[in-house]
C-alpha cells in the first residue's frame, strides 16, 4: 500500500453518480489527492439493511454502480480496497432464500447459525448474557422461514443480517469465492468487516477470543496468497488493537478520534501522548468514517473494568461526550444511542467538523495531528470536505449514522472545494503525500502536556552539514494554534495555512524527543 492519503467513501454519495462518475471525480477535481481509495460497499444490493454491508451478492457489483470492468478501470487510476463482510449476508440472498425454502435439504444448509448451532445443549440465560453485544438485545432473532418452520436464527446487527458459519465448508467455500472475485477484479487490499464477531463458542464472549484470532490467521494467509494485503477492523479495549496488529497487515487505529478530540476539549495532549508511545505503526489512521466516532477505544475494558483502564477516565469519556453534544448543538445527540435506530452503544454519531463546533482551526489542527502519526492516512468523504450533519437525512431514515452519510452533488462538492478550511485541508493533503520526510523516521518531541509536537526526519547529512529532510508540527493545544515547518535537503520552508501560525523559516525545531 502506498505511504499517502487515501479517501474512505460510497461509490453514489460523492457526486451522486456511479464508478465512471467517481472515476472522472478523481482525475478531475480530485486529481492526484489520493494514493488510494476504499470503496464502501459497492455489491449488490447498496441500499439494503445497513447500507450495503448486508449483502445480497457479495460478487456482483450493484449494476445501479456499474460492473467489475469499471472497478478495474478505477482500480488502474488508483489502489482499491474494498470489503469483506466475513460475519453476515443478507436475508434476501440467494443462498438464504433457498435454505430458507428447503431447510435441510438445501445446499447451504449448515451456512447459516441458528442457536442451536452455537448451542446444541440448549443456552442459559447467563450464557446468552456473557455473549458480547454491540447493540442492545438478543444476538438472536426469530424468524418464520419459507418452509413454514421457525427458527431462532443468529443475528448480531440486524434480523436482515443472518451470521454464517465461517467454519463449515459451506462458509469457509463462500468467503474464499469473494476473495477470488475481489482478486480477479484487481482488488489489492480488503478490510475485514465485524471480524470479531466471526467466531461463536458457548459460554463464551464469541467476540476476539482466541479462536477468532486464528480465523483472522487463516483468513490473512488466504488473502495474501492472492496478493491482498489484510486490514482489520475492530472497536475495542486499546489493547485489544496491539495484539491483533502484530498478526496482520493493517488495524485501524480508532483511538485517535476521540483522543484527538479529548485532546482539543481539555487541551492536553497526556492522553494522546501516552497512546503514540505504544501504538502500533502498521495503523491506517483515520478521525472519521462511516460509522460513528468510537468512544469504547479509549475506554476501560468492558470485561474487567476495575483491572483494565482506558486511556481516559470515565468522568473525561463521559465529559468528552457531552462536549460533542454541545458543540453539535445537540444534534449528534439525536442521532446517538436510544435515540436512533440500528445504534451501536459504543459509538457517537456526528460528522467530525460538527464535533469540533465548525472550528476550522481545531479542525485543521485534529488533521495535522492524524497526517504525522506513523502509519497510512484515511479521510472519510465528508471529512474532505468538512461536511455538517445531515438532519435531513436522518430524519428520513432515522439511522443515527445517517447523520455522517451525506449525498453530494457534484456543485456541492465544487462549493465546498472551494472553503478555505477544504483548501487548507487539501494542502495538508499534497504535504503528506509528497514530502519525503515522511518515509523517514518519527519522533514523539518531549513537551509539556499542553504542547504535542512531532517531527519526520530523513537519514543522513554530508560532510558535517545537515542536509536531511524534515517536517514537523508543533501544536499549543491551551491557545489552539499549531506550527508546521518543513525543510528538503537542508533548505528550512514554512507551510503557511489559513487559521494557522506559521512556524517562521528558519526556526528550530524543539530537539528533545522520543523516537519510533
Known amino acids: ?49 445497513d447500507a450495503g454491508f448486508d449483502p445480497k451478492d457479495h460478487t456482483r457489483v450493484d449494476p445501479r454502480l456499474g460492473d467489475w470492468g469499471d472497478v478495474r478501470r478505477l482500480g488502474a487510476q488508483v489502489e482499491l480496497m474494498a470489503d469483506v463482510i466475513v460475519n453476515h449476508m443478507s436475508t434476501d440472498s440467494p443462498q438464504f432464500q433457498d435454505w430458507s425454502a428447503q431447510g435441510a435439504a438445501s445446499v447451504y444448509d449448515g451456512l447459516f447459525l441458528t442457536l442451536d448451532a452455537v448451542f446444541p445443549q440448549g443456552a442459559s440465560e447467563a450464557d446468552l448474557l456473557a455473549v458480547y453485544r454491540p447493540r442492545p438485545g438478543m444476538p438472536v432473532s426469530m424468524a418464520s422461514l419459507a418452509n413454514g ?21 459451506q462458509g469457509q467455500a463462500y468467503l474464499q469465492g ?25 459460554g463464551a464472549s464469541c467476540f476476539m477470543m482466541p479462536e477468532t484470532f486464528a480465523f483472522i490467521d487463516r483468513f490473512a494467509a488466504q488473502a495474501k496468497a492472492l496478493g491482498i494485503e489484510v486490514l482489520v477492523e475492530v472497536h475495542a479495549y486499546y489493547r485489544r488493537q496491539i495484539e491483533i496488529a502484530a498478526r ?101 454519531n456526528c460528522s467530525f467538523y460538527d464535533a469540533l463546533g465548525r472550528d476550522d482551526a481545531a479542525y485543521l489542527i485534529a488533521r495535522a495531528i492524524q497526517f504525522f502519526l506513523p502509519g497510512v492516512p484515511q479521510v472519510y468523504y ?38 478555505p478550511v477544504v483548501q487548507d485541508l487539501l494542502a495538508l493533503i499534497q504535504l503528506r503525500n509528497s514530502h519525503p520526510a515522511f518515509n523517514g523516521r518519527f519522533e514523539l518531541l518531549d513537551t509539556p502536556a499542553q504542547v504535542l509536537a512531532m517531527r519526520w526526519r530523513s537519514a543522513g547529512s554530508d560532510n558535517g552539514n545537515d542536509t536531511r529532510d524534515e517536517a514537523w508540527l508543533s501544536v499549543d493545544l491551551a491557545t489552539r494554534q499549531a506550527q508546521i515547518g518543513t525543510r528538503l535537503a537542508g533548505q528550512q520552508q514554512a507551510l503557511v495555512l489559513t487559521c494557522w501560525q506559521p512556524l517562521a523559516a528558519g526556526s528550530p525545531a524543539p530537539e528533545r524527543s522520543t523516537a519510533r
Open 178 to 202: 469473494i476473495l477470488q472475485t475481489l482478486a480477479d477484479a484487481g482488488i489489492r487490499m480488503v478490510r475485514l468487516d465485524a471480524v470479531g464477531y466471526a467466531i461463536k463458542k458457548p
Open 149 to 169: 418452520q421457525r427458527r431462532l436464527l443468529w443475528t448480531t446487527f440486524t434480523p436482515q443480517q443472518i451470521d454464517i458459519d465461517v467454519a463449515h465448508p
Open 248 to 348: 496482520v497487515d493493517w488495524v485501524y487505529d480508532f483511538a485517535l478520534p476521540p483522543l484527538a478530540l479529548h485532546a482539543l476539549c481539555f487541551g492536553s495532549a497526556a492522553p494522546l501522548k501516552a497512546w503514540i508511545a505504544i501504538r502500533p505503526n502498521n495503523a491506517l489512521t483515520v478521525l472519521d468514517t462511516h460509522d460513528g466516532i468510537g468512544i469504547i477505544d479509549i475506554g476501560a475494558d468492558a470485561a474487567d473494568r476495575a483491572g483494565s483502564p482506558g486511556l481516559v477516565p470515565p468522568a473525561e469519556l463521559d465529559a468528552l461526550v457531552e462536549w460533542i453534544h454541545a458543540n453539535s448543538a445537540g444534534q449528534s445527540r439525536l442521532a446517538t444511542g436510544a435515540a436512533a435506530s440500528n445504534l451501536d452503544l459504543y459509538q457517537v
Open 382 to 419: 465528508v471529512g474532505l470536505l468538512a461536511g455538517h450533519n445531515d438532519m435531513a437525512l436522518l430524519d428520513a431514515s432515522g439511522v443515527g449514522r445517517d447523520i455522517n452519510r451525506h449525498r453530494y452533488s457534484r456543485s456541492e462538492i465544487a462549493s465546498d472545494l472551494g472553503r
Open 1 to 49: 500500500m502506498k505511504n499517502q492519503v487515501q479517501l474512505i467513501t460510497y461509490v453514489d454519495r460523492l457526486g451522486g453518480g456511479d464508478l465512471a462518475a467517481l472515476t472522472g471525480l478523481l482525475s478531475g477535481p480530485l486529481q492526484a489527492l489520493f494514493g488510494g481509495v476504499h470503496l464502501l460497499p459497492f455489491y449488490d444490493a447498496i441500499d439494503g439493511a
